[in-house]
């Protein structure tokens, strides 16, 4: 009994009576159905947790890397001023000034003066709302999801000189393709003495992009700077600023450099001030649902309560003889939580396999579910993006992994506690 006593932790026989009891059959007072229960149910909630976790970090990557990759991460605009025949503007007439300033800011790696303004754009008796972004030919091969490195694309961007580069989304909606023309009407075309005329103007479509955003791909076209300046009557002047930095996260520590740069009359925007709600919206949600997901887990986990219950119930007389010969309290709570946490450990591995498998396949499984609804199953006009995205991050995978095993490891010290405290002679009195 001394020697019993003087055991250290967890040896090596009360490992081989706790697996003897896992793998008893349940007639001889083995595992029970809710041991089954309690495995799956871990393995199906860390599974859960693992890919809502995943798919809620790839969608906001897609959705910050579509923003990165086809808007400026800062736009300066002017303040309202009087120009010398006493009209108000906020035309940038200094634009080249301007962005040579913004240029020479540390942490800025491009500034691009951009004509801006809405038109209807037409072919064939079709027409579409297109937003026309008029810029040179070398500040657009800098946008990424644009020029660089598109999801697809049309066309010989090369030759943005001689015509339009417009989205995806805007072809499809006007029926066109590269070589096709199509004509841009504005409201605010030439002043005559009858008033003001719309302008209309046609282009060749030179290059088609898909940016990765359905309002992008659906309104976006783009004029070289000299061509839009004409078509909004901008000459001379620029309506704002891009300026790309080389950390878009760090975006708000460089507004007031480049505030002051510019001067009094500049007015900064940064992507997270047209973004920002929407990601803390999203960030809110990522708390949310992991709570909720945790709750799922700890009931899962409170399977093994049961199952552990019944076990002792059933080896009710090998605990009495146990105790009898020799095994301390210590030695019987450690042979039943090893049950429990066996099973809480091996529901944990399933589920993060079953998870990640998920996430890694998850290109399949929402064509799968496509074809169960007959396609629509995912509308980008509504998401943003064109497809669910999943990204597995080891951080996520190691806080499902550290919730799920905590939780199993402290819903089994309360059975395997009334195990070690059972009365040997209670136990064996009616044996």
Known sequence: MDAARSTKPFARFEWKIAFAYLRARREE????????????????????????????????????DTILGSNAHVTLYSSLYVTEDGKTSRAIADYDDWATKLAAVPGVTRAAPLVRGQVMASYGGTNAGVEIYGMAYDDLLTIPRVAE????HWGDISRFQEGIAIGSGVARELGV??????????????????????????????????????????????????????????????????VMVSHPEEVDDMA????????????????????????RALDIEDNVMFVILSVLVLIAAMNIVSGLIMLVKNKGRDIGILRTVGLTEASVLRVFFICGAITGVLGTLFGVLLGAL???????????????????????????????????????????????????FVVTIFPARRAARMNPVEALRYE
Request: glycine share 10%; charged share 20%; aromatic share 12%.
């Open 256 to 279: 007031i450099p480049l505030l002051q740069a510019v001067g009094e009359r500049g007015m900064v925007w940064t992507w997270r001030d047209a973004s920002g709600s929407f990601l």
């Open 358 to 408: 998920f996430a890694t396949y998850i290109d399949q499984v929402m064509s799968f579910v496509n074809w169960l609804n007959g396609g629509g199953a995912w509308d980008p006009s509504i998401r943003g993006i064109y497809a669910l995205p999943a990204e597995l991050r080891a951080v996520d995978v190691a806080k499902a992994v550290t919730l799920s095993l905590g939780l199993s």
């Open 177 to 242: 393709t590269v070589g096709d023309k199509i004509k841009l009407i504005s409201p605010n075309g030439a002043k005559t003495a009858f008033g003001t005329s719309p302008r209309v103007s046609s282009f060749e479509v030179v290059y088609v992009f898909t940016a990765g955003r359905y309002d992008i791909d659906k309104t976006r076209a783009y004029l070289p700077f000299a061509e839009a300046q004409k078509f909004f009557n901008r000459q001379g002047a620029a309506d704002e600023i891009e």
């Open 29 to 64: 007072g083995g595992v029970s159905v809710m041991t089954w229960i309690s495995l799956i149910g871990i393995t199906l909630a860390v599974a859960a947790l693992i890919i809502t976790l995943a798919v809620r970090t790839g969608f906001r990557s897609e959705f910050v």
């Open 149 to 152: 490195h598109p999801e697809e």
